[in-house]
Structures are given as structure tokens and as C-alpha cells.
């Protein structure tokens, strides 16, 4: 079956730097998306990723191994309004797409 | 900015009702998509759209249909409402076919819905 596996649950402080793993098992690959997703609202759009290696996005980067099966949200000088779920998603041979349960993000000051 | 928009934010029904969520966009967007998130699960599909008045399952279609009469409008139907169907509902679009780049979701801010 295919799958796709990310923590439930991150709490870091605010002005630091977190990772947000997601790692995948999926009938193909065509593309790694991330998406942010407050709560009560729409996810919305942060990065996407077809090649392996790192897209930087001002405070956010997301990396891409394909080899691996394995992709990272990074998230630097964080800020309170950071705190969100992160919705991993990956594009299969069909060009469908397969999200994670998401990871919430809790920021501490 | 694309906008897409749904109808209701929060609805309670009672099982056996029938139920209409309806979403619209605003650019002209081809794909539309319906999901429902449950806690601890990724997104799941339920229908999707790549043009008016066609439509395709998505993994979980069972208990409802969709509607798409205009290119901006897009309707999911539950027929007769059961307590299991109780979820947030998230209606998406996006531009071009399924393999063009990135062909990025913009959803709407969904809608709640409680069978009682």
C-alpha cells in the first residue's frame, strides 16, 4: 500500500530552527509537496519538490532524497505564528495525491 | 488572488438528511477536488473534476455524489447523511492537467459538517 509518515506532534521555541521529517512509500513519484494549515483554516501552499536536494524559500527550506523515500521541512527563526499542522503530500505514478496526516507545530516563546 | 470559496463553515444535520456543500473558485481553474480530513488521517479524496459535467471517484466516493453544471462551481451531495460522515469537508482547485508542474491545490477554508 502506499504511505506516507510524519510526526504527529513538534513543540520548539520560538527564534529556533525545526525539521519536519516526512518519509514516503508510494506506487511511483511525480512530486513532494508541503502545505501549512492553521487551525480552522485552508491549507495553503509552501513548497514543492521534484529533484533531489534542497529548495530554499526565505525562512522555510524542504529537502528531497528520492532514494531514500524521504523529504524535510525546515523552518528557521521561528515565530509564533509558525505554530500550524504541516501536511506532507506526495504525487504518484498516477498523478494522484497521497497526503500524510500532518504534523502540528506548537511554538513556545 | 485565487479564492475559492465554500458555502458553509459549520453545519449539523440530522442521519438520513440530504446534504448539499457547495464550492466555487474564482480563476478559472479546470481541476476541482473534494476531501474530507479526519483527525489523525492525511486527506482523503473523494471526488474529483477535470471538466464541467465530468467527474471521477476518488479512494472514498461511497455515500456521495458531486455535481459540476458550471467550470467554477462544484457540488458534493451526501444523499442520506450518516453519523460516519460527520468530518471537515475541503473543497480544492488547481490549474492545467495533472501533469503540468507543480499544479499547486488552493483550497477553500472548509466545512464542518455534524450528523447527528
Known amino acids: 500500500g502506499q504511505n506516507i509518515d510524519q510526526p504527529t506532534e513538534m513543540t520548539a521555541t520560538e527564534g529556533a530552527i525545526v525539521q519536519i521529517n516526512c518519509t514516503y512509500q508510494t506506487s511511483g513519484f511525480n512530486g513532494l509537496f508541503w502545505y501549512q494549515q492553521h487551525a480552522g483554516e485552508a491549507p495553503t501552499f509552501l513548497s514543492y519538490?521534484?529533484l533531489d536536494g534542497l529548495e530554499e524559500k526565505g525562512r522555510f527550506s524542504s529537502f528531497l532524497s528520492r532514494s531514500k523515500g524521504y523529504s524535510y521541512l525546515l523552518l528557521k527563526e521561528l515565530q509564533m505564528k509558525d505554530s500550524a499542522s504541516y501536511l506532507c503530500?506526495?504525487?504518484?505514478?498516477?498523478?494522484?495525491?497521497?497526503w500524510g496526516a500532518g504534523t502540528k507545530l506548537i511554538i513556545k516563546p | 488572488d485565487v479564492k475559492v470559496t465554500q458555502s458553509s463553515r459549520y453545519l449539523v444535520k440530522r442521519t438520513g438528511e440530504k446534504v448539499f456543500l457547495e464550492c466555487v473558485q474564482d480563476m478559472d481553474h479546470e481541476n476541482m477536488f473534494w476531501y474530507r480530513q479526519d483527525p489523525g488521517l492525511g486527506l482523503r479524496l473523494i471526488y474529483f473534476?477535470?471538466?464541467?459535467?465530468?467527474?471521477e471517484k476518488g479512494d472514498i466516493p461511497e455515500g456521495y455524489s458531486v455535481s459540476r453544471e458550471k467550470k467554477e462551481r462544484f457540488s458534493l451531495i451526501l444523499e442520506s447523511a450518516s453519523t460516519n460522515q460527520t468530518s471537515m469537508y475541503l473543497c480544492?482547485?488547481?490549474?492545467?492537467?495533472?501533469?503540468?508542474?507543480?499544479?499547486?491545490?488552493?483550497f477553500g477554508a472548509g466545512s464542518r459538517l455534524t450528523v447527528l
Open positions: 480544492a482547485s488547481s490549474l492545467g492537467t495533472s501533469s503540468s508542474g507543480a499544479n499547486v491545490l488552493t
Open positions: 519538490n521534484v
Open positions: 503530500a506526495v504525487r504518484d505514478s498516477n498523478y494522484q495525491l497521497i
Open positions: 473534476s477535470y471538466d464541467v459535467k465530468m467527474k
